[in-house]
């Protein structure tokens, strides 16, 4: 009896102590999962952070290469519509009436083509103003002075003041002017021959052909000072002699 009884006993022990071995490696065992899972996840994170960083960097580099692409084809057409602007600046210069070209020199006025005029001027006294206007398509030059025949029977061109000769000769562009001024006799009747003239002949160099010009009230008085200047381009110069 007392052994059977020692038995049982023995066998409860045994059992329980398997049962709280069994616990704590079950504990054990759920305790290492915990820590692994956690492991995992850390390690997830941190290498999802560089590919992160990388997409960033990959569209930073797309957006700044697409940027230059843009400033440069930008710089391109402006660049192409710049130059497209400066051809047609030339061609436009190059075909503009009365440009002459390098090759190209300046020739004289055509007498035929140029419209000349005579007035009367207050001051000085006893002077009148030829006035001279290119009215052909293309740039001309008024050499030296126009020759001046006061009357038909006028036997030498009137004398020209030696004093206005310019620097440089008179170019004129169509539709421009230039001014020869005209000193019909002397201020205080020192001249000698005078008379009164009506018609006034016209050469101008360069030219075989002469032109008739219209004298102001049909008539002026001429005597032996008259004088007539180099042609100029402004008509006040014209009236300084």
């Not at 070209?101 to 001051?123: R, Y």
């Not at 206007?133 to 050499?143: I, Q, S």
Request: charged share 20%; aromatic share 4%; proline share 4%.
């Amino acid at each position: 009896m007392y052994a059977t009884a020692f038995r049982r006993g023995r066998t409860v022990r045994t059992i329980a102590a398997s049962i709280v071995a069994v616990a704590a490696l079950s504990l054990t065992a759920a305790c290492g999962g915990d820590g692994d899972g956690g492991s995992d996840n850390a390690g997830k994170a941190n290498s999802s952070a560089p590919a992160t960083s990388g997409g960033q960097d990959a569209g930073t580099e797309k957006g700044t290469d697409a940027a230059n692409g843009a400033g440069e084809s930008g710089t391109a057409d402006k660049g192409g519509k710049s130059g497209a602007a400066d051809v047609k600046d030339a061609k436009a210069q190059a075909q503009k009436p009365g440009a002459a070209s390098d090759d190209e020199p300046i020739g004289d006025c055509d007498i035929n083509k140029t419209v000349l005029s005579v007035q009367n001027v207050k001051n000085p006294i006893n002077h009148m103003l030829l006035k001279a206007t290119n009215g052909a398509g293309v740039d001309c030059k008024l050499v030296g002075y126009p020759s001046l025949k006061f009357g038909a029977d006028a036997q030498a061109a009137t004398p020209v003041n030696e004093d206005s000769k310019p620097q440089s000769v008179v170019v004129l562009a169509p539709g421009e002017s230039a001014y020869a001024g005209i000193t019909t006799s002397a201020a205080d009747g020192s001249g000698d021959e005078g008379s009164k003239i009506d018609s006034l002949e016209v050469f101008i160099d360069g030219n075989e052909d002469s032109a008739k010009v219209e004298l102001p009230g049909g008539s002026v008085f001429v005597d032996s000072a008259a004088r007539v200047t180099y042609w100029q381009t402004d008509l006040q110069d014209a009236l300084s002699w």
